[in-house]
């Protein structure tokens, strides 16, 4: 990577709270400013400097027809492409409505559903282009982000480990949510990253960051239904941020997270 | 005290309640810290103890497979539970720690070992399971090829007062490993508390630096009746151990079925989360990280707790030695149960029940270790 990477943010269907983790990052914002070039940062800065740019970050899923055409002219323009946040890896929580019939959901939300362009599904960037890296979570860790950056600067790979939570979990030393209290608990199953915030407020974790490197959903959700828990909150508890990731989904769908009646739509929203 | 003093490495003496406040006192007045049970979040965690009033009065836990639960005892006991999710090695094998820095200096390198500073440490109600644990862990750490500094300085100075269990929990197996529930060495000064008729402890000084500490104390002869009410409290441990683990030829067993059907068994269940090696007492596997700075002038060697249940532990070029999750639990168990034998002499697991208790969905070793080359079902 050069001296000085030249960045650029971009945003597609997303809530903008990723690519804020950025200016969350106010100790640090002033070294990040000093050893990156933000080329492009709509929400930070009026500076627009045309492409090629060293490294993309991509907030937000892909919904929209022309969304596809702008995710792969920002991959032509871009030397690595990084992911950010749960919509852009697995298509975010707005994939629900991969579950349910498109057309009927449209009809009821919008007075003129003529005039909206908008694919049947949600789908992550990867489902459309290449990408370099991922940093998962809604939102994302500022620690993750500031590692990313600061590898590219310094020409590394950046260390992001794709264990459980529960690692995480033990090392903070948060009492244990599922065998002290009984709490369902999807830290098993989902990505690090995150340092076991949840659990730390003695909650169970939501799985925000997506599926760990080898998810084990189905004995994680008999434990859940072993406790009490009902399927369908089974289901839900897999079907949120993270709907579309396919383990999290497969789990979901198996025990009945989504209400609908109608068939899930086939097309995959390319 | 001035009458009976000086006391010597196997005395007994009776210590009061008030007499183990003023034991807390001196230690960290003399620059220690100590380390023992206190109550966070719902469970009996490990944390500095100040005074009495920071242990855990009057509550006890319950144990079973993937469950914990406190519940009052409705008594005055200060040590009346058995071992929680954390594990004392979590005061001397860090679960995260910086071991070197490097600083870049014009066109030099700068080497800043991160030499621990380490404050003295006392452990406070150490079980005979952890002590036999902490055994294991110096006997890997210390000298030896995989001697750690870190860990090594960390452990130069600790006190261990060790506390002999008059309870159990129902996922104890210390008896079938020969660790306990009584406590007979590697210890500075042992307590039993006795609660009735009235609430003091017995006190046995296991090393000099254990009499030296006695000798500062308020400490009274004991009685016939102490020791009496010493053994029927010990016994009572004894007596509701709730679990037990066959030795006798498992190292043999467990080599020896490499491809026994029970490891598929266990790992349709296993969510390979690595928990058990999080709160075993043994477990000692950590892997190394290196972090830079954004301007690449510093960057910092981190060591951090790993499992054999990650995936990137077993990585090698090309891909990991164990991709599944039979492959990491037979790893496990195999190690704790039989190749620790020959690799450090001794069994790597101290029947503490850690595993069982802390394990999600409840996965108990000794089940496991029990069902892998049954002769009813080998395979
Ligand atoms: S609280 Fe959740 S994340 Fe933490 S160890 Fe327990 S199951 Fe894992
Ligand atoms: S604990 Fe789970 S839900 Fe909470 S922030 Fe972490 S990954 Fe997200
Ligand atoms: S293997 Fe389990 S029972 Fe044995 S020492 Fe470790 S945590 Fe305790
Ligand atoms: S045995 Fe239990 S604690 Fe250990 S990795 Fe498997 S599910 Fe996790």
Not at chain 2, 13 to 23: F, K, M, N, R, W
Not at chain 2, 126 to 141: E, M, N, S, T, Y
Not at chain 2, 258 to 271: F, G, I, Y
Request: aromatic residues 6%; hydrophobic residues 35%; neutral net charge.
């Amino acid at each position: 990577m050069s001296h000085r990477p030249k960045i650029a943010v971009w945003k597609q269907s997303s809530c903008d709270g990723c690519q804020l983790s950025l200016l969350d990052c106010e100790d640090e914002l002033l070294a990040v400013l000093g050893a990156v070039d933000l080329a492009y940062f709509p929400e930070a800065t009026s500076t627009e400097k045309k492409g090629p740019y060293d490294v993309s970050l991509v907030e937000g899923s892909i919904t929209m027809p022309h969304d596809v055409e702008r995710i792969k002219k920002i991959r032509a323009e871009s030397k690595v492409l990084v992911t950010i946040g749960a919509c852009a890896t697995s298509g975010g929580i707005q994939a629900l409505r991969n579950f349910r019939n498109h057309a009927e959901m449209m009809a009821i939300v919008y007075a003129r559903p003529d005039y909206i362009q908008s694919l049947a599904t949600s789908t992550p960037i990867a489902d459309h282009v290449p990408v370099d890296y991922e940093l998962r979570g809604c939102p994302i860790s500022k620690e993750q982000l500031l590692e990313v950056l600061t590898a590219l600067v310094n020409g590394r790979s950046p260390r992001l480990p794709r264990h459980p939570v529960c690692l995480e979990c033990k090392i903070k030393g948060h009492v244990c949510v599922m065998v002290a209290h009984q709490t369902p608990c999807l830290g098993p199953v989902t990505h690090a990253g995150c340092g076991a915030l949840c659990p730390g407020y003695s909650r169970g974790c939501y799985g925000c960051f997506g599926p760990s490197d080898d998810p084990k959903t189905s004995p994680l959700a008999k434990r859940f239904l072993a406790q009490g828990v009902p399927a369908e909150q089974v289901g839900r508890l897999f079907l949120t941020f993270n709907a579309n990731a396919p383990p999290f989904k497969a789990e979901g769908l198996l025990h009945g997270g989504v209400e609908s009646k109608s068939a899930p739509p086939t097309n995959g929203g390319k | 005290m001035e009458s009976h003093a000086p006391w010597q490495v196997g005395s007994k003496a009776i210590l009061s309640v008030t007499g183990l406040g003023d034991l807390l006192g001196r230690l960290w007045a003399g620059g220690r810290q100590v380390v023992g049970p206190v109550v966070r979040d719902g469970a009996i965690c490990l944390g500095p103890v100040r005074t009495i009033a920071d242990l855990p009065k009057g509550l006890t836990d319950e144990h079973g497979p993937g469950t914990y639960r406190l519940k009052p005892r409705g008594d005055e006991a200060l040590f009346g539970f058995t071992v929680g999710q954390h594990a004392f090695k979590r005061s001397i094998l860090l679960p995260e720690v910086a071991l070197v820095q490097l600083r870049r200096k014009g066109r030099d390198v700068e080497v800043e070992p991160a030499t621990p500073k380490t404050q003295p440490l006392a452990l406070l109600g150490v079980r005979a399971c952890d002590a036999a644990a902490l055994g294991i862990q110096d006997k890997v750490l210390c000298g030896g090829p995989y001697a750690d500094s870190d860990y090594e300085a960390r452990r130069a100075d600790v006190l261990v007062i060790a506390v002999q269990c008059t309870n159990a929990a129902s996922t104890c197996f210390c008896a079938s490993m020969g660790t306990g529930p009584h406590l007979s060495n590697g210890f500075d000064l042992a307590l039993t508390e006795l609660l009735s008729p009235t609430h003091r402890f017995l006190v046995e000084v296991g090393s000099p630096a254990g009499a030296t500490l006695a000798n500062q104390l308020e400490l009274t002869p004991v009685s016939e009746g102490d020791l009496s009410d010493a053994k029927t409290a010990e016994q009572a441990a004894l007596t509701q151990m709730g679990r037990h683990l066959e030795t006798a030829g498992l190292r043999e067993k467990l080599q020896q079925n490499p491809d026994d059907s029970h490891w598929e068994n266990v790992a349709n269940r296993c969510l390979s989360c690595a928990n058990c090696t999080m709160v075993c007492p043994t477990c000692f596997c950590t892997t190394m990280e290196d972090r830079t700075d954004l301007t690449g002038d510093i960057a910092t060697r981190i060591r951090r707790y790993d499992s054999c249940f990650s995936e990137a532990f077993a990585y090698v070029h090309g891909g990991s030695v164990r991709p599944t999750v039979r492959a990491r639990y037979r790893q496990w168990l195999t190690h704790k149960l039989s190749t620790w034998v020959d690799q450090f002499g001794s069994l790597g697991c101290v029947g503490c029940g850690r595993c069982i208790t802390f394990c999600p969905v409840g996965i108990d070793i000794t089940a496991e270790a029990k069902a892998v080359g049954a002769p009813a079902r080998t395979g």
